[in-house]
């Protein structure tokens, strides 16, 4: 055992299903309340009270009428999902921490608007301590990196994209510059050569490495050797023909390419959403298949990759670490690797986005607490890509999601901050005018709001975040706990389906794959039924799991003894090249397939309970599968009683 740790016990770090932890909450909440309410008295202290109690015994009906409609709408919030029990096994979402909780409730007292440092100076700063604490246990130096919080992880993986997007051009801009100085300037090309860049075609130059298309400006200015060459080259990017930001992506057409980008089919719905807002449309996207366990197929990928044509340009190629539906981990060592290769065969590079909106969390299981050398633990889990997640140039991570903390809170990490600095926007009231040059990273310290997609923003989200991984350390022995009991936790629930045995011997019930992290696809399988009656049983097993019927009617959760979500695997996103072995596998045809589309049930296991509950005999996990196996059994019978009811 590492000896901090009886320091952290997971215990501690939720309200508990039953509440048991009422008693300090309710102490640390009254205790924050009036440290604020002191502090609002000790603020000139000799102006006078504003209201009397004269005048406060008159509010009286007014209150009667706040205490009326906040029943009205306590009670309503009791017809929601009780996310913090056991027995919810169903979405991305269970128990939020204590110190979430408590961060955001301090935060929001104070009430600080994070697009501003001026008018936020406490919470910017924690948000900019917050990520970088994110940032290291991702394993990107936070020296170099540039971390913040955004609402969530579609707007982390638009910013990714629309930085994707704004480097591509820094090598054209600065090609159509030195062409009309006439100035020589060589540029190191991915596959190692060097050329002067007047004469490198536009299609490489929008293809350049990361790193190289961030050194060029800074590598002219030095060559130029004059003091206000910053403010030129910052100029004339403003100015110039090929600046991406002010002309519109109208631009790749105008030079003959056509923007792309890569991700598997799998692929959140966020990323079309952001080729659709970015302008370079849905179609834009292109959807890699998925092998047999739904991680992006690097075969496929390569093929792609490779046999791009001359006139298409790749965006970036983004990686999912940790698919919504089924919770794949893409490989991304080997998609680092066929970037290296393109590189090296087509003198053409790319931006590695890593999606890991649910995944990023898993991080922590690598990471040795402060001070520890026995290595405990380290074997809980095994996933290298998981491991070199920092090669990607730029990382989603959604801490409202895997760290427990209360919405909104997604994490955008670039790799190299200087790529931020193409996202500056200048508004008159958030930006100070006399700060440094352009290139200066050194602003990024300190401010959020000129490089982001978002306005105004909650600096409560980022007391939360931060009071959160301060308190329940980001590394094996802390929020590692929480990760390592959840990823026990589904392979469990795995072995348990898997064991399941029906007294009806026609039915079965199959997992689809086993799972990479610590979400748990299945489904339930009457022998000799087609896909169509299939569905059926299944989305009445989901429906006895879940409070929203087909007809829309909302139920209460009282009488729903576990829920679980669901998914559909259908034509419109995964090809048959994609599943096809599994749906044959569960004797299924293509044509009922892509008529069809499969219907699955879903469990996402991260409630924080379900290890330390069989201590007291409850074992969640078991029963859940016992009672899935008596109603879909009673759901498969009625419908070969009565078959016309497909
Ligand atoms: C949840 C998720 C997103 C979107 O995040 P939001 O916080 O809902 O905006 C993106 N990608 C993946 C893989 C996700 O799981």
């Known amino acids: 055992m590492w000896k901090g740790e009886e320091e952290l016990p997971m215990g501690a770090w939720f309200l508990g299903p039953k509440s048991e932890q009422a008693g300090v909450w309710q102490e640390v909440i009254n205790y924050i309340f009036q440290d604020y309410a002191h502090w609002r008295k000790n603020y000139f202290p000799e102006d006078p009270l504003i209201l009397g109690r004269a005048q406060r015994r008159s509010h009286d009906v007014w209150f009667d009428k706040l205490s009326n409609e906040l029943d009205f709408v306590l009670n309503q919030l009791k017809a929601d999902y009780p996310f913090y029990s056991p027995r919810y096994l169903a979405h991305m979402i269970s128990e939020t921490s204590m110190p979430g909780i408590m961060g955001y409730f301090a935060g929001m007292l104070y009430n600080p608007n994070n697009v501003s440092d001026e008018a936020a100076p406490v919470t910017v700063k924690l948000e900019i301590e917050a990520g970088k604490m994110i940032a290291g246990m991702l394993g990107y130096d936070t020296d170099k990196s540039w971390s913040h919080i955004t609402s969530g992880g579609t707007i982390a993986n638009m910013e990714a994209l629309w930085l994707a997007r704004q480097t591509q051009w820094i090598p054209v801009m600065v090609a159509e510059l030195c062409r009309e100085e006439s100035i020589a300037f060589q540029v190191g090309l991915p596959n190692g050569d060097s050329k002067d860049i007047r004469e490198v075609p536009v299609a490489t130059l929008l293809n350049l490495t990361l790193d190289e298309r961030l050194n060029i400006p800074e590598r002219l200015a030095a060559q130029c050797k004059s003091d206000d060459a910053h403010q030129w080259l910052e100029d004339s990017f403003q100015s110039s023909r090929y600046n991406v930001g002010k002309k519109g992506v109208g631009l790749y057409r105008d030079v003959g390419v056509e923007p792309v980008i890569l991700v598997s089919e799998a692929a959140h719905y966020s990323i079309r959403k952001i080729a659709n807002l970015l302008g370079f449309g849905d179609d834009q996207v292109i959807p890699m298949p998925v092998d047999n366990n739904f991680r992006l197929s690097i075969p496929k990928l390569e093929e792609a990759i490779l046999g791009m044509s001359a006139s298409q340009t790749i965006v970036a190629v ?329």
């Not at 209360?406 to 955008?412: A, F, L, M, N, R």
């Not at 989305?539 to 576990?562: C, I, N």
């Not at 397939?593 to 469990?603: A, K, P, T, V």
């Open 318 to 646: 983004v990686g999912i670490m940790g698919t919504t539906e089924e919770g794949a981990v893409d490989p991304l060592v080997d998609i680092e690797k066929t970037r290296k290769k393109y590189e090296k065969e087509k003198c053409k590079s790319f931006w590695l986005h890593a999606d890991a909106a649910w995944g990023g969390y898993l991080r922590t299981l690598y990471i040795d607490a402060p001070e520890q050398s026995d290595g405990a633990g380290k074997e809980a889990f095994e996933n290298e890509d998981i491991e070199f997640i920092h090669l990607a140039d730029s990382v989603t991570i959604d801490p409202h999601k895997l760290g427990y903390i209360p919405y909104p809170s997604g994490v955008i990490n670039f790799k190299d901050k200087r790529s931020v600095l193409y996202a500056r926007q200048k508004a008159p009231y958030i930006l100070d005018q006399t700060s440094a040059n352009f290139f200066d990273t050194r602003v990024l310290d300190e401010a959020i709001g000129p490089y982001i997609i978002e306005g105004s923003k909650p600096g409560a989200a980022a007391l939360a975040t931060w009071l959160t991984h301060r308190t329940i350390p980001l590394h094996r022995h802390g929020h590692g706990k929480i990760i390592r009991q959840s990823l026990a936790g589904a392979q469990r629930l795995y072995q348990l389906i898997n064991e399941a045995q029906f007294k009806n011997t026609r039915l079965t019930i199959r997992t689809l794959t086993q799972p990479d992290t610590n979400v748990v696809c299945y489904l339930v399988l009457l022998n000799g039924a087609s896909l169509k009656e299939n569905n059926t049983i299944n989305r009445g097993v989901y429906e006895t799991f879940s409070l929203r019927t087909e007809d829309k009617r909302h139920l209460m959760p009282y009488d729903h003894a576990f829920f679980v979500s669901r998914t559909q695997i259908r034509c419109e996103q995964y090809s048959w090249e994609s599943v096809g072995d599994i749906l044959i596998s569960y004797g299924f045809t293509k044509e009922e397939y892509l008529r069809e589309g499969l219907f699955i049930l879903r469990s996402v296991v991260m409630n924080p309970w379900l290890e330390q509950s069989k201590a007291v005999d409850a074992e969640y996990l078991d029963d859940f599968v016992k009672f899935l196996v008596l109603k879909a059994t009673k759901i498969a019978e009625s419908l070969i009683a009565s078959p016309l009811a497909v």
